[in-house]
């Protein structure tokens, strides 16, 4: 059989089946390919386990996904079985295999016949317990044959807990050497250039345009979710704001096809549903039974419904091509599942020249901006390129911008380049911020517990603090303000705490050891963009021509020498318990 006479590759998912071919043939180690939702992933599993020499198991985690993959599978060879209980088959003796997790994890003497490949779809869903089932059932099947090749597919390659999912990628830049799953990421193909090509529609995303809900001060966990409870309190405030976003939604739906609607809690699903018409609009839930969420997607699929308001459970696995609206009324703190929301709605469907995607959550997420898997630090934060001084990578780190878009401030702490490569590249050594080791001096990163070079355990700030001001003769400096102003060829810095109290810092910049003191003592420490260079400046005046971009510390603790007080150690980026407590000892 052909797969000329069912189907031929686009150009990105031969390149994608040709980059997996060619890691598996020189290296054993485990890869993941990335490309966008509706790109087509199916298609490429699907080839890969045609042109497989042994046997080949692929694995996902919902049966919609099971039976779509199992499709693919179909078009291009005959010996192929499904073992999922949901699509009620259990058959895993055919060269190729398609299973749901939970069936397979359950049963793994059924899959003891060695394999030679496994392809994991939505392969972010792996965590890092060995005792998960993807971990449990992919140890069973190296234990029948250790040479097994591991491959991943996904359209978010990353975890918001625990950042990328594959230690290395091929573009040159680290992902996460220590909690990656993967190895190696091969491929990697952008939403931009599949939407331009024509095979992805246009999306357009606006802000809520009738009322918006703020959830600003909720505070996301690290998987980027909100409390259940804190996001009702807060909707129960907003009842003016549902109605008015609901009234919007009703009149755009009269010119689309299919709406999806992203609710924040089950009863805002609930209020949602209530003022939707109630013949043709459903709601799915975590606990919908089994059988009538399959009668409720079979009925918007076939377009019986025009509305399908759910709480968390359309995110992946899901492929309704007509669905040309997409209302987000819940926040995140994930650009994954911002980006597998929009997904939703970007599969190619006759008559559909567009997907309109309004954020009535005000998550402000680009959905064609780089990936970063590190929490966003603020709303109004974008990403920013930032070139490593040392070795040159670009990185790309969430930062503020100018409307011109001049970099104010980058968050970035390491450089994520790779250099190298005997036997393997290694992640870049330059930190754009870091920790200092008291012991031995070496850079660490801000958050690190023990320093990276001598293993000497590093005290977090609060419990330094603690000690050094159960002494004598400490203060505790919370600042308020920083002025820099010039006294004659005198640079001085002046701190102001919360009772207008005042403390001051001087440098001279005659010499070239004064100007590397207050480098090392100044510029380094309270530039909001480091790793950029500094203008060249010649005097105090000149470089007060830059003074925005140093940022205040938070934090001064000060020592008394004899009558004065001298400073001693400055705390940035602080949030604990000193930052409303003024301590003196």
């Given at each position: 059989m052909s797969k000329d006479d069912f189907l031929q590759l686009r150009d990105?998912?031969?390149?994608?089946?040709?980059?997996?071919?060619?890691?598996?043939?020189?290296?054993?180690?485990?890869?993941?390919?990335?490309?966008?939702?509706?790109?087509?992933?199916?298609?490429?599993?699907?080839?890969?386990?045609?042109?497989?020499?042994?046997?080949?198991?692929?694995?996902?985690?919902?049966?919609?996904?099971?039976?779509?993959?199992?499709?693919?599978?179909?078009?291009?060879?005959?010996?192929?079985?499904?073992?999922?209980?949901?699509?009620?088959?259990?058959?895993?003796?055919?060269k190729t295999v398609v299973a749901g997790i939970q069936s397979?994890?359950?049963?793994?003497?059924?899959?003891?016949?060695?394999?030679?490949?496994?392809?994991?779809?939505?392969?972010?869903?792996?965590?890092?317990?060995?005792q998960s089932q993807y971990q449990q059932l992919l140890q069973h099947l190296q234990r029948r044959n250790p040479a097994l090749h591991v491959l991943g597919l996904?359209?978010?390659?990353?975890?918001?807990?625990?950042?990328?999912?594959?230690?290395?990628?091929?573009?040159?830049?680290?992902?996460?050497?220590?909690?990656?799953?993967?190895d190696d990421c091969i491929f990697e193909l952008p939403l931009r250039p599949l939407i331009k090509q024509g095979y992805l529609t246009p999306p357009k995303l606006l802000d809520g345009l009738s009322a918006q809900y703020d959830f600003s001060q909720l505070q996301a966990d690290p998987q980027g979710n909100y409390p259940e409870a804190a996001v009702d309190a807060l909707l129960d405030h907003c009842g003016r704001a549902t109605v008015a976003i609901v009234g919007q939604l009703l009149q755009l739906a009269k010119s689309r096809q299919g709406?999806?609607?992203?609710?924040?809690?089950?009863?805002?699903?609930?209020?949602?549903?209530?003022?939707?018409?109630?013949?043709?609009?459903?709601?799915?839930?975590?606990?919908?039974?089994?059988?009538?969420?399959?009668?409720?997607?079979?009925?918007?699929?076939?377009?019986?419904?025009?509305?399908?308001?759910?709480?968390?459970?359309?995110?992946?696995?899901?492929d309704a091509p007509h669905v040309d609206l997409i209302a987000i009324m819940r926040p995140t703190a994930s650009i994954a599942l911002f980006q597998q929301m929009v997904g939703r709605g970007l599969r190619l469907s006759d008559g559909k020249k567009e997907c309109l995607i309004i954020d009535y959550a005000a998550n402000g997420f680009d959905i064609y901006s780089p990936q970063i898997p590190q929490p966003r630090p603020a709303a109004?934060?974008?990403?920013?390129?930032?070139?490593?001084?040392?070795?040159?990578?670009?990185?790309?780190?969430?930062?503020?911008?100018?409307?011109?878009?001049?970099?104010?401030?980058?968050?970035?702490?390491?450089c994520q380049g790779l250099v190298g490569g005997n036997p393997r590249p290694q992640q870049c050594s330059y930190r754009f911020r870091a920790r200092i080791c008291p012991d031995c001096g070496a850079e660490n990163d801000i958050a690190a517990k023990e320093c990276c070079e001598c293993h000497s355990q590093l005290l977090d700030p609060d419990k330094r603090l603690k000690e050094v001001l159960a002494?004598?003769?400490?203060?505790?400096?919370?600042?308020?303000?920083?002025?820099?102003?010039?006294?004659?060829?005198?640079?001085?810095?002046?701190?102001?705490?919360?009772?207008?109290?005042?403390?001051?810092?001087?440098?001279?910049?005659?010499?070239?050891?004064?100007?590397?003191?207050?480098?090392?003592?100044?510029?380094?420490?309270?530039d909001r963009t480091p790793g950029m260079k500094f203008p060249p400046f010649a005097n105090v005046a000149q470089l007060l021509q830059f003074a925005d971009r140093?940022?205040?510390?938070?934090?001064?603790?000060?020592?008394?020498?004899?009558?004065?007080?001298?400073?001693?150690?400055?705390?940035?980026?602080?949030?604990?318990?000193?930052?409303?407590?003024?301590?003196?000892?």
């Open positions: 990105y998912q031969q390149q994608a089946v040709d980059a997996a071919v060619s890691y598996f043939r020189h290296q054993h180690s485990s890869a993941v390919i990335v490309l966008p939702t509706g790109a087509g992933k199916s298609i490429v599993i699907a080839e890969l386990a045609r042109i497989a020499h042994g046997r080949v198991l692929i694995l996902t985690h919902v049966k919609e996904l099971v039976a779509q993959n199992a499709d693919k599978a179909a078009l291009l060879t005959d010996n192929i079985s499904i073992y999922s209980a949901g699509l009620k088959q259990k058959l895993s003796t055919g397979a994890a359950r049963h793994p003497q059924a899959f003891d016949q060695p394999f030679s490949l496994v392809i994991i779809d939505e392969c972010h869903r792996i965590g890092l317990d060995n996904t359209a978010t390659p990353y975890r918001l807990g625990s950042g990328w999912i594959y230690k290395r990628h091929y573009h040159g830049k680290v992902g996460n050497p220590e909690k990656g799953f993967f709406v999806i609607i992203f609710a924040a809690t089950v009863r805002h699903a609930r209020e949602i549903q209530s003022y939707l018409p109630a013949e043709d609009a459903a709601l799915l839930t975590a606990t919908t039974p089994a059988q009538a969420r399959d009668e409720i997607i079979l009925k918007f699929k076939s377009r019986q419904l025009k509305f399908l308001v759910n709480v968390a459970v359309l995110t992946t696995g899901f109004d934060t974008v990403p920013v390129q930032v070139e490593c001084p040392a070795c040159g990578f670009a990185n790309t780190f969430w930062g503020k911008t100018t409307e011109d878009g001049d970099i104010l401030e980058h968050f970035g702490r390491r002494q004598r003769h400490h203060h505790l400096f919370r600042v308020q303000q920083m002025q820099l102003q010039a006294d004659g060829a005198r640079l001085v810095v002046t701190y102001s705490d919360v009772d207008g109290n005042l403390f001051h810092e001087y440098f001279q910049l005659q010499t070239t050891a004064q100007r590397r003191a207050l480098f090392a003592l100044l510029l380094h420490p309270h140093l940022r205040a510390p938070d934090l001064l603790l000060l020592r008394k020498q004899g009558k004065q007080w001298q400073l001693q150690e400055k705390f940035f980026d602080y949030q604990g318990r000193y930052q409303t407590e003024n301590h003196h000892s």
